[in-house]
T-cell receptor, first 115, second 112 residues
Framework: DTGVSQNPRHKITKRGQNVTFRCDPI?????LYWYRQTLGQGPEFLTY????????KSRLLSDRFSAERPKGSFSTLEIQRTEQGDSAMYLC?????????????FGPGTRLTVL | AQSVSQHNHHVILSEAASLELGCNYS??????LFWYVQYPGQHLQLLLK??????LVKGIKGFEAEFIKSKFSFNLRKPSVQWSDTAEYFC??????????FGSGTQLTVLP
């Protein structure tokens, strides 16, 4: 399978705990995106990397959230001191971006449940 | 800021019926437009996209969409739906920023 992969697929945690998710993009894709999707809504943008540089962050990304892409390949999204409102599906997408033309391919997501 | 409206939250059709799902966006500049589909238990998949050129774009599985700039619309169509088209459909727009802005989705149920 050469698509975007995400781990874990499901995570259940207690309020106040820290969680970390991993995304492996399609090989050689230079852009990587994180989105969050809650029930009944479309995905909402969180942050975006071009290679290892984090270029944009949404206002949704509070200071409890941090994302990294240290070598320009896989990325991690960490949520500290989780809250029940963080329960959602966290989606990763990657693209081989050239200029303004950019087609994003999505992974299966990590479903987070905060008890 | 860009936004996307999908007015149909849930559409129920019988097999062989024609489909049109509405999508309107709000953005003042040049846009790239997308339709993604999410089949039950699967991840988001790209159906079709519009970047420039012919405003009528064809995608996978017999779907097409028409970009009407004057109406800020990018409606999805299929002349004859199948039971296997049951899924959630998302319209998305990308402006000068790279990120996608999605609509809230339309759940399509096709009855056999």
């Amino acid at each position: 399978d050469t698509g975007v992969s995400q781990n874990p697929r499901h995570k259940i945690t207690k309020r106040g705990q820290n969680v970390t998710f991993r995304c492996d993009p399609i090989s050689e894709h230079n852009r990587l995106y994180w989105y969050r999707q809650t029930l009944g809504q479309g995905p909402e943008f969180l942050t975006y990397f071009q290679n290892e540089a984090q270029l944009e962050k949404s206002r949704l990304l509070s200071d409890r959230f941090s994302a990294e892409r240290p070598k320009g390949s896989f990325s991690t999204l960490e949520i500290q001191r989780t809250e029940q409102g963080d329960s959602a599906m966290y989606l990763c997408a990657s693209s081989l971006g050239t200029g303004s033309v950019d087609t994003q391919y999505f992974g299966p997501g990590t479903r987070l449940t905060v008890l | 800021a860009q936004s996307v409206s999908q007015h149909n939250h849930h559409v129920i059709l019988s097999e062989a019926a024609s489909l049109e799902l509405g999508c309107n966006y709000s953005y003042g500049g040049t846009v790239n437009l997308f339709w993604y589909v999410q089949y039950p238990g699967q991840h988001l998949q790209l159906l079709l996209k519009y970047f420039s050129g012919d405003p009528l774009v064809k995608g996978i599985k017999g779907f097409e969409a028409e970009f009407i700039k004057s109406k800020f619309s990018f409606n999805l169509r299929k002349p004859s739906v199948q039971w296997s088209d049951t899924a959630e459909y998302f319209c998305a727009v990308a402006g000068s920023a790279r990120q996608l802005t999605f609509g809230s989705g339309t759940q399509l149920t096709v009855l056999p």
